[in-house]
């Protein structure tokens, strides 16, 4: 499916951010981009953008991006960018001869709502909005936002003083041609070149359905209030995203969140962020190994500290859209490297304090067990799906092993340590294979 | 698609092999339940089975194994057993409206067969039969097959006497209920109540087609010297399937092999076989951390043993379709045990001998990186697909790392195997990681 982007207006409530609305970073990323990159996961590669207001800065950015993703990126320049928003629709006209998407470049928005549109079946003559019905969601600026009247899946009545509505517009659609028909003809008819206009007179005929997207994301960024809200909303959802353990959920998430916020505005990437957190473990496991508890104590706060970062690598990466396998799974690899050298230090600091071999056994089995817990639960996933998993109710992730690690050391109680993460983590192993016969 | 199984023969030339021929079991598995379980691997859960000779003990063998496999088995009598296969078939007349597998009890084949003529288009009236157009394939039996001659993908004549022929009868069948018109007919005009000879009227009128099955494996277990080819190509089929290193290939499989042949006797189980492999494993591990040499050395043997066996419980599963993905996973972690505990006693052996902290790190190094490696060779299966795994040269799989074990062993070098298993399973790990990231 084809999809129109509006990026015409001025957008001067939001002149702190840029000069240049539509390429406003947000956590690094211009508002296009975030428009575009999540249209295109929601299944579109065919992209029209409507310029106006420095619409040369817009159109060399827009070149640019459509190389980087490899998508097309159609500019269409409409010289009337002060006047309604309707009129940058109409320049569209004679590219769009098929049903497509209607966005909004300062509308950020989860693409599950771009697949609830694209999949709706839209008859002939007929266009469709995505309708907000949550009338407490806290992303809405009730002063500015466009109210609708719904009434059985089909829009009655649109506009921002209406005192009867029922949701609000979220400036998503999917239409058909008709709806440069009912542009025109509103304005012919009552002089009104606003998009709200097109989609009344549709609505008085019943061609305007309402899709409900009650609960999905969406945002309009209008000024440097609603800037701080979506903030905040993409943070949030770096959260709601992960299968976190009890330690990464209530400790190491909200300070990786802090973090990765600020890291957003350089150009480190997030495989970058994994080698740092790596270097640092490292950093640990070397201070354990010294001897001593000040540089025990020491290395227990950095392993800690290095399991924060470790969260960021994912966070920043969602944030910039660099989500990528290759990343997930140099991780991954990393950090069973970080642990297994985390374990020898402290193995090796154990057995300075008391040279005996029953150090260095349950060493390396606390070593063989966190290896084994993260082969199984990667076969785990993979071969017995994820129904099982839930029974399982400790994860005994990575986030608990390095805060036991943190505070045994800080504890200073070495020995003892690795004896519980030895036994803890070699009975789970164990326990998984039972489970799996049973459940294979 | 439902499957018709002539099993009603007396099969007097194998009687040294067991009274009634559909159960005289190869591996461990009779002769029936092999055909029957190789064509639900094609896709098939419906069966009708002929029964003849001693065709009480068939049946109850059959109402078992119905309910084992969780499938439908229907039993046919044909109380004339004794004359040509044909009677047999026309038995079964009133059960088959439909299209269906025709296949004979004493005849093995690869699954593939089966699905290659479910998938092929029979127009009404038609039947297939699968054609040997190898000549000189190894598993035939010059003096007894049934010859055929094809021309253009359809059946010209067929029958044991021909002269002009260019393929074999592998008495696999797709047939329409045409199949019983023609058994008829051919008995009213000629008096012949041979399948050949329904087959042969059916060709003459061209809607008898052949399917082409050459390079896959058949063969008709009809008698000792048959029975004795079936085995071998049975055990020549584990070679194959596996993604054997060189060490697998050229010294553990020859050996695991023989030792399978004579495991499938018993009743012991795969996952059985595994847990023995994996406490001589630690048995070897016992014997490398008791010091001296004599130790070591029995403990390499030991350890190269249990290499061996550990090849042996996917062969038995294979041989008895026993083969389960729990299985596979149960395998794959204690192995990883085993490869840390054989590393560790060698890294105590070494210590005791050498107590310098050098040797504990390069030990630490051994054990991390093959774990790792097993570690990365998972989910680089997973995430970067086959296509780059050509690319690496070496596996470096578990089959040479624990041959450089026992050569370590047997030589007296334990330090020097450690430090070899160190440096090349870490870089190897390494090497993975730089090549996905190009790849990915």
Request: net charge neutral.
């Amino acid at each position: 499916m084809q999809c129109l982007i509006i990026a015409a207006g001025k957008g001067h409530r939001l002149r702190s951010k840029g000069d240049s609305k539509p390429i406003i970073p947000i956590f690094g990323i211009p508002l296009i981009e975030r428009v575009i990159r999540c249209a295109q996961e929601g299944g579109v590669d065919d992209f029209f953008v409507v310029t106006g207001y420095q619409g040369e800065r817009v159109r060399v950015f827009l070149h640019h991006l459509a190389d980087r993703l490899g998508i097309r990126i159609t500019p269409i320049v409409n010289e009337d960018w002060e006047k309604e928003n309707g009129l940058s629709v109409l320049k569209a006209r004679d590219c769009l001869r098929e049903p497509f998407l209607l966005l909004m470049a300062d509308h950020l928005f989860d693409p599950s709502i771009v697949r609830k549109l694209i999949e709706l079946p839209l008859a002939d003559g007929e266009i469709a909005l995505g309708v907000d019905g949550n009338r407490s969601n806290p992303l809405i600026d009730l002063e500015d936002v466009t109210r609708v009247k719904t009434e059985g899946g089909k829009i009655r009545d649109i506009g921002k003083n209406l005192k009867d509505y029922n949701g609000f517009d979220t400036g998503l659609f999917v239409c058909t041609p008709a709806i440069f028909d009912a542009l025109e003809r509103c304005e012919k008819e009552t002089g009104d070149t606003s998009l709200s206009g097109a989609v009344r007179g549709l609505a008085s005929s019943g061609r305007a359905n309402a899709v409900d997207i009650n609960g999905h994301f969406w945002i309009d960024v209008d000024d440097p209030e609603a800037f701080r809200r979506a903030e905040n909303a993409l943070l949030d959802h770096l959260r709601g995203k992960t299968h976190d353990g009890p330690v990464a959920r209530f400790l190491n998430r909200p300070l990786s969140i802090r973090i990765s916020r600020q890291l957003v505005n350089y150009s480190i990437t997030p495989n970058q962020i994994s080698l740092i957190s790596f270097l640092f473990s490292m950093l640990a496991a070397g201070l354990f190994s010294l001897g001593g508890y000040p540089a025990l104590f020491w290395g227990g706060v950095l392993a800690q500290f290095a399991s924060v970062i470790d969260g960021c690598d994912g966070e920043v990466a969602r944030l910039k859209f660099q989500t990528s396998d290759y990343g997930k799974w140099l991780d991954a690899v990393l950090d069973r490297y970080a642990d297994a050298f985390l374990l020898f230090g402290l193995t090796w600091h154990a057995y300075v304090d008391r040279t005996e071999g029953l150090v260095l056994f349950v060493g390396f089995l606390a070593i063989i067990g966190s290896f084994l817990l993260s082969y199984t639960a990667d076969k785990y996933d993979h071969l017995m799906g994820r129904q099982i998993r839930q029974g399982i109710g400790l994860r005994l992730g990575r986030d608990i092993r390095v805060f036991i690690i943190f505070l045994g050391a800080v504890l200073h109680l070495p020995f003892w340590t690795l004896l519980v993460i030895a036994v803890t983590m070699n009975l789970e192993t164990i326990r998984r294979l039972v489970i799996c016969r049973d459940h294979g």
